[in-house]
């Protein structure tokens, strides 16, 4: 063989070569299996996710404990319920006798500085506005006050009246009961506070309501008592 015909050989050679290796890759490329020797190489087709959502409609409506307030998007439990002070009368079934050994005070144009204990016996006459209890009443922590009252109008009229209750010390207004009348609450009655501030002791006060056009001044007797 001349040096020519070994040149074109070797040439041949390179070319086959170089056409095998060419022809690997361009297999790999395409997903097919890579023999590299004794382990496989698959090739993976990989999906670009985006961000979704889904939203379903409940079949129940939601219950909210009645104990939960949802405000401003905030959620606060609430631990106890904020009692504002109320009133209730009722009829006492049974003609109130008064003790004798019970004293009756006076009661005041202004109100008192001096507290008392309960059970406390009052009485007044001739109230055209309103008139204050002589003492404020040491309640001893509780919430609540029993007022038992009598009252009547000096004159042949229906008068509006109710009772006021005020904060020992601050002087401060705390509630009013429901307004009576000296025809539609004739003889004895009992009204309870409740709810009351335990911090704090209490007076209270009855108030002429009228008619306004004419004076009709009201009398009456009342006990303060805890229970």
Not at 160 to 180: C, E, L, P
Request: with cysteine; hydrophobic share 35%; net charge neutral.
């Amino acid at each position: 063989m001349n040096k020519k015909s070994i040149r074109i050989s070797i040439c041949l050679i390179l070319i086959l070569i170089l056409s095998l290796s060419l022809s690997g890759i361009s297999f790999a490329s395409r997903g097919g299996n890579v023999d590299t020797g004794s382990k496989q190489i698959a090739a993976t087709n990989v999906e670009n996710f985006e961000p979704s959502s889904e939203t379903t409609k409940m079949t129940s409506p939601r219950q909210v404990p009645s104990n939960v307030d949802i405000i401003s998007n905030q959620i606060t439990i609430s631990t106890e319920e904020n009692a504002k002070p109320a009133s209730e009368t009722t009829k006492m079934t049974s003609q109130k006798v008064a003790s004798l050994n019970a004293v009756i005070n006076p009661m005041s144009l202004s109100q008192p500085t001096k507290g008392t204990n309960l059970p406390y016996d009052g009485a007044f006459s001739g109230v055209n506005t309103e008139i204050f209890s002589n003492y404020y009443f040491f309640t001893n922590g509780s919430t609540q006050l029993y007022v038992d009252w009598n009252v009547r109008a000096d004159y042949p009229a229906n008068v509006f009246w109710h009772i006021n209750v005020y904060q020992a010390g601050t002087n401060k207004f705390v509630m009013r009961s429901d307004q009576f009348s000296t025809n539609s609450n004739a003889g004895w009655w009992t009204t309870r506070f409740y709810n009351l501030d335990p911090a704090y002791n209490y007076y209270i006060s009855f108030v002429n309501d009228g008619p306004p056009d004419f004076g009709s001044p009201i009398s009456g007797n009342f006990t303060v008592r805890l229970k």
